[in-house]
């Protein structure tokens, strides 16, 4: 083949290649969501909360830096610790409702404990070296580096009133390690999403308009507190949050990516740590917040919806108590047939 030749192919077989290329780029944009260029602002930032052991009490932090692996204030971070029994399953308030009433903080590197008639247990992060194993969370394997006797110890008295029986871990990794439960396949999440050790994404936002409505429907009033969402949104329309995709919070851009389902865990008290005895606000939220789209109902059951779940959908960045929210506004408006039937 002469030069002539060989050079017509190598550019025939170089654009080839680039066509190639430009399509499979073009399919994988079509592929994965962009954010919207236009937003439209919808409420404020009212409460930001931290979780950083599951199931025990909340951390009020004015501003955090939002992660993939959801909030984090030094060594803080949202849902990086957790309670286990003797055999690595997760343990959570939905067991031992007083589980609520331990309170966490974190200095520095150090995480101290309090409950009540107790005295404060402390542990040091930074100096956990124990040989890593698996924990197990709704079934899955995950990381986990135990804390010692002395926070175990003190676990088990408060909520077992025994000297053994439970354990506290610490996950280790700075990114997510599970992959999407079988029941959310459904909907946009990704491996990147799911978190630590939350249920099921690394973030979650409730509308404060909406438990304002599921009020006026209970004798006894809830709080916000009573569903452990890390945004608290002020300002937005009651339940509008159920047709929210893209999300942005100051400058931090999220998209929802579930319905948050609820369980027999929005009936504890947080601060007394004792379940309702009529079953509310679950009972009441049955009677008018359950799925009725045909398609998503399969993956919820007859588990009403409060608040939605988001994942980071851009670059870390912080977020601050009083922050706009928005939601993105689409080019080409659909009419979206409701989940949840109007009551």
Same mark, same amino acid.
């Given at each position: 083949m002469d030069r002539t030749r060989l050079a017509y192919v190598t550019a025939a077989a170089v654009g080839a290649g680039t066509a190639v290329f430009f399509i499979w780029w073009?399919?994988? #944009?079509?592929?994965?969501?962009?954010?919207?260029?236009?937003?439209?602002?919808? *409420?404020?930032?009212?409460? +930001?909360? !931290?979780?950083?052991?599951?199931?025990?009490?909340?951390?009020?932090?004015?501003?955090?830096?939002?992660?993939?692996?959801?909030?984090?204030?030094?060594?803080?971070?949202?849902?990086?610790?957790?309670?286990?029994?003797?055999?690595?399953?997760?343990?959570?308030? #939905?067991?031992?409702?007083?589980?609520?009433?331990?309170?966490?903080?974190?200095? *520095?590197?150090?995480?101290? +404990?309090? !409950?009540?008639?107790?005295?404060?247990?402390?542990?040091?992060?930074?100096?956990?070296?124990?040989?890593?194993f698996r924990a197990a969370v709704w079934g899955q394997a995950v990381p986990a580096c135990d804390c010692g006797e002395e926070p175990a110890r003190w676990l088990s008295r408060f909520l077992l009133q025994e000297d053994v029986g439970l354990r506290l871990v610490y996950y280790t990794l700075n990114r997510s390690s599970r992959s999407v439960r079988e029941v959310n396949k459904y909907f946009p999440l990704t491996e990147a999403d799911t978190g630590a050790y939350p249920d099921a994404s690394s973030y979650s936002l409730i509308n404060e308009a909406s438990i304002t409505d599921l009020n006026n429907r209970l004798e006894e009033p809830v709080t916000p507190q009573q569903f452990r969402m890390n945004f608290v949104v002020k300002g937005a329309t009651a339940y509008e949050e159920d047709k929210w995709d893209w999300v942005k919070i100051g400058d931090v851009i999220f998209r929802s990516v579930k319905p948050c389902t609820r369980c027999i865990f929005t009936t504890i008290d947080p601060e007394t740590g004792t379940k309702n005895p009529k079953v509310e606000p679950l009972k009441t939220l049955r009677n008018y917040r359950q799925i009725t789209d045909p398609e998503v109902r399969p993956y919820v059951g007859d588990s009403p919806i409060m608040g939605i779940h988001l994942a980071l959908r851009g670059p870390n960045e912080t977020v601050r108590l009083g922050d706009p929210v928005y939601v993105g506004v689409s080019e080409e408006p659909e009419e979206t047939p409701p989940l949840i039937s109007p009551s």
């Open positions: 073009w399919w994988i #944009r079509k592929q994965k969501p962009q954010p919207p260029s236009k937003w439209r602002k919808v *409420g404020e930032l009212s409460d +930001l909360i !931290a979780f950083p052991v599951k199931s025990l009490g909340a951390v009020r932090i004015t501003s955090m830096e939002c992660t993939p692996l959801g909030l984090k204030s030094g060594w803080m971070r949202d849902r990086t610790l957790m309670v286990i029994d003797l055999d690595g399953r997760f343990i959570t308030a #939905r067991q031992l409702p007083k589980m609520v009433q331990v309170s966490p903080n974190v200095s *520095g590197s150090v995480l101290t +404990l309090r !409950a009540p008639g107790m005295m404060s247990v402390s542990v040091d992060l930074a100096q956990l070296r124990g040989k890593g």
